[in-house]
């Protein structure tokens, strides 16, 4: 049995290119932005929660000394912090880091490109994650399930 999910592109991956794509389509990162819209700001936010979500979710896989890298084998099913609310807080973290730069920079296309993203990984990834631990870590993954939404 091969003890990894075979994903083709890592989740960081694919919302960096979402993003970069979205940001150069709209254009808005290359203009000046003299004044700043109080709009913008919102994205500030929105990104620094992210990367704390992220942070936090690295320290637990620290923590219980397993690796993040979704093509790395799991040795531990980790149910703490972020855990305990969401399946998928490291995607979720990723999802508002991008969001909240693309709101930033004013860029819709980039925010689409992240939710086409988002359900790409939806589909994809996460799915291939949940045969995978349900394949490693059985009764204890379905009862995770069960208590644990996917996403929120």
């Given at each position: 049995?091969?003890?990894?999910?075979?994903?083709?592109?890592?989740?960081?991956?694919?919302?960096?290119?979402?993003?970069?794509?979205?940001?150069?389509?709209?254009?808005?990162?290359?203009?000046?932005?003299?004044?700043?819209?109080?709009?913008?700001?919102?994205?500030?936010?929105?990104?620094?929660?992210?990367?704390?979500?992220?942070?936090?979710?690295?320290?637990?896989?620290?923590?219980?000394?397993?690796?993040?890298?979704p093509w790395q084998p799991a040795s531990t099913l980790i149910e703490?912090?972020?855990?305990?609310?969401?399946?998928?807080?490291?995607?979720?973290?990723?999802?508002?880091?991008?969001?909240?730069?693309?709101?930033?920079?004013?860029?819709?296309?980039?925010?689409?490109?992240?939710?086409?993203?988002?359900?790409?990984?939806?589909?994809?990834?996460?799915?291939?994650?949940?045969?995978?631990?349900?394949?490693?870590?059985?009764?204890?993954?379905?009862?995770?399930?069960?208590?644990?939404?996917?996403?929120?």
């Open positions: 049995m091969n003890d990894s999910l075979g994903v083709p592109l890592p989740p960081p991956v694919l919302f960096l290119v979402a993003l970069a794509a979205g940001l150069l389509i709209d254009g808005n990162v290359w203009t000046a932005h003299h004044m700043l819209h109080a709009s913008q700001w919102i994205g500030v936010p929105i990104a620094l929660a992210g990367l704390a979500l992220i942070a936090s979710t690295l320290a637990l896989f620290w923590r219980f000394r397993t690796r993040p890298e703490a912090g972020p855990y305990r609310v969401s399946r998928n807080p490291m995607y979720l973290g990723m999802a508002l880091v991008s969001a909240g730069i693309a709101a930033f920079f004013e860029s819709i296309a980039a925010l689409i490109l992240i939710a086409a993203v988002v359900a790409i990984i939806d589909r994809w990834v996460v799915a291939r994650e949940e045969a995978y631990l349900t394949r490693r870590f059985g009764k204890a993954f379905a009862a995770y399930r069960r208590r644990v939404r996917r996403w929120l």
